[in-house]
C-alpha cells in the first residue's frame, strides 16, 4: 500500500500526518518550479553584501533544518558558521556586534516569541536577516529583512514532515544561490522521493520488527547528522520512544558503551564523504553485535541486521538528507501506529511552540 493510498483512509489514526507525508514529491516540485527564483533574487542580493559569516537560529525540527543548512554553507560556501543560542539575548540580554553577519531564523510557523525577539534583536546589532518560514504573514517575516517562503502548504498533523523536506529544499536553493550554482542537483527529488514513498509496506516491516524497541540510538555522520537528529526527534514525539542521536565520531567517545544487541541502531549512511567517514564505526557497531539498521547505502544495508536502500545512486552528497528522512518519518508513523497510538495528536504537544 502506498503513502498516498494510506493518506485516503480518513477513518485511521495518523491520517493527517500520512497524508502530509504523501504530499512531499508535489511540495518539492512546487519550490523547484515555483519558489526557485524567488530563492535565487534573495540569495543574489544577500550575496552582494558579502556577509562575514553566518548564524543560524531555529528551534526543533527547524533546528535540525539549521544544521543541515550549517554543512553546507561551510562545505559549499566555506564561509564560518554557527547555532546561535537564543537565550544569550532573549533572558542575558547580551549585545553582540553582527554588522555585515548573516543571521538566517528557520521556522515553520515564524510565530514562536523567542525567534522573533532574537532576530530583531540581530537586525538591530547589524546583521543581516533572513527569515526561512511557511508563513509569509508571520512576526518572524515581518520582522526580517529578507524572507523565504518554503512553499509547503497548511500543516495540520502535529508531527512536521512536509515542512521539514521543503525548509532542506530551500535551504539548499538559497546556498547554491549565493555561489552562483544552478541548483540542477535538486531536480531530481521529486521523482526519487515519490519512489520511496511508494514503499511503505517495507518501512511496515521495519515497524514491525521494531514495535516493541525500549531505545533506539541513531547515527550518522556529514549531511547525514541532521537526519539522524531528525528521525530521532520524530520517533520521540510520535510513538514516545527514547531515541538517542549521536554523530558517529560522538558515538565512539563513550555512548558506545551502552549499545547491546537489543536495542536497535539505525545508521543514515548517505552516499559519499560522510558515509566513508561512518563506515569504521559501523564495523565497531557489528563488532559489539548491534542490531543493526542501516537506511542509505545498499552495500551497506546488505551488511545489516535489517534496512531501507535508497535510490541515490548518481545523487549529489548534499541534497540526499531530502531523501533519507522520508522513510524514518515513515519508520516514526508506522511504529507509533503498531504501538495503538495517534501520531496525529502526540501527547503535550502543540503546533505552535512559544518559548521565550
Known amino acids: 500500500m502506498s503513502a498516498t493510498t494510506t493518506a485516503q483512509r480518513s477513518d485511521q489514526p495518523g491520517r493527517i500526518m500520512s497524508g502530509e507525508m504523501a504530499e512531499q514529491p508535489a511540495v518539492l516540485r512546487r519550490i523547484l518550479d515555483q519558489g526557485a527564483p524567488r530563492i535565487r533574487e534573495v540569495a543574489e542580493r544577500i550575496a552582494a553584501r558579502n556577509p562575514r559569516f553566518v548564524l543560524l537560529t531555529a528551534r526543533g525540527t527547524s533546528d535540525n533544518a539549521a544544521l543541515y543548512a550549517k554543512y553546507l554553507l561551510e562545505v559549499l560556501l566555506g564561509k564560518p558558521c554557527g547555532l546561535t543560542s537564543m537565550s544569550t539575548t532573549t533572558a542575558y540580554g547580551a549585545q553582540p556586534d553582527l554588522t555585515d553577519v548573516l543571521v538566517i531564523t528557520v521556522s515553520q510557523s515564524g510565530g514562536s516569541p523567542d525567534l522573533v525577539a532574537s532576530t530583531e534583536a540581530a537586525r538591530a546589532a547589524g546583521a543581516i536577516t533572513l527569515a526561512v518560514t511557511n508563513n509569509a504573514d508571520s512576526p518572524l517575516a515581518a520582522v526580517s529583512e529578507f524572507h523565504i517562503?518554503?512553499?509547503?502548504?497548511?500543516?495540520?498533523?502535529?508531527?512536521?514532515?512536509?515542512?521539514?523536506?521543503?525548509?532542506?529544499?530551500?535551504?539548499?536553493?538559497?546556498?547554491?544561490?549565493?555561489?552562483?550554482?544552478?541548483?540542477?542537483?535538486?531536480?531530481?527529488?521529486?521523482?526519487?522521493?515519490?519512489?520511496?514513498?511508494?514503499?511503505?509496506?517495507?518501512?511496515?516491516?521495519?515497524?514491525?520488527?521494531?514495535?516493541?524497541?525500549?531505545?533506539?540510538?541513531?547515527?550518522?555522520?556529514g549531511y547525514?547528522?541532521?537526519?539522524?537528529?531528525?528521525?530521532?526527534?520524530?520517533?520521540?514525539?510520535?510513538?514516545?520512544?527514547?531515541?538517542?542521536?549521536?554523530?558517529?565520531?560522538?558515538?565512539?567517545?563513550?555512548?558506545?558503551?551502552?549499545?547491546?544487541?537489543?536495542s536497535p541502531v539505525i545508521a543514515i549512511v548517505t552516499e559519499g564523504k560522510g558515509g566513508q567517514a561512518l563506515r569504521p564505526v559501523l564495523e565497531r557497531l557489528r563488532g559489539r553485535g548491534a542490531?543493526?539498521?542501516?537506511?542509505?547505502?545498499?552495500?551497506?544495508?546488505?551488511?545489516?541486521?535489517?534496512?531501507?536502500?535508497?535510490?541515490?545512486?548518481?545523487?549529489?552528497?548534499?541534497?540526499?538528507?531530502?531523501?533519507?528522512?522520508?522513510?524514518?518519518?515513515?519508520?516514526?508513523y508506522e511504529v507509533t501506529i503498531a504501538r495503538g497510538q495517534d501520531p496525529d495528536a502526540p501527547r503535550a504537544l502543540a503546533k505552535v511552540t512559544e518559548t521565550r
Open 149 to 221: 517562503d518554503v512553499l509547503a502548504g497548511p500543516e495540520k498533523a502535529l508531527p512536521a514532515t512536509k515542512t521539514y523536506t521543503a525548509e532542506l529544499l530551500a535551504l539548499y536553493l538559497f546556498v547554491e544561490g549565493l555561489r552562483g550554482g544552478d541548483g540542477a542537483a535538486a531536480k531530481v527529488l521529486p521523482d526519487l522521493a515519490q519512489q520511496i514513498l511508494d514503499r511503505q509496506d517495507e518501512v511496515r516491516q521495519l515497524a514491525a520488527r521494531y514495535r516493541f524497541a525500549e531505545r533506539m540510538v541513531l547515527t550518522s555522520r
Open 224 to 262: 547525514g547528522y541532521p537526519t539522524a537528529k531528525e528521525a530521532a526527534l520524530k520517533l520521540m514525539e510520535t510513538s514516545y520512544i527514547p531515541a538517542l542521536s549521536y554523530s558517529g565520531a560522538d558515538l565512539l567517545h563513550g555512548p558506545l558503551a551502552m549499545v547491546d544487541n537489543i
Open 291 to 332: 542490531d543493526l539498521v542501516v537506511i542509505g547505502s545498499a552495500s551497506e544495508v546488505e551488511r545489516a541486521s535489517a534496512g531501507f536502500a535508497l535510490p541515490t545512486d548518481g545523487v549529489a552528497e548534499e541534497v540526499q538528507p531530502i531523501l533519507e528522512i522520508l522513510p524514518l518519518q515513515m519508520l516514526a
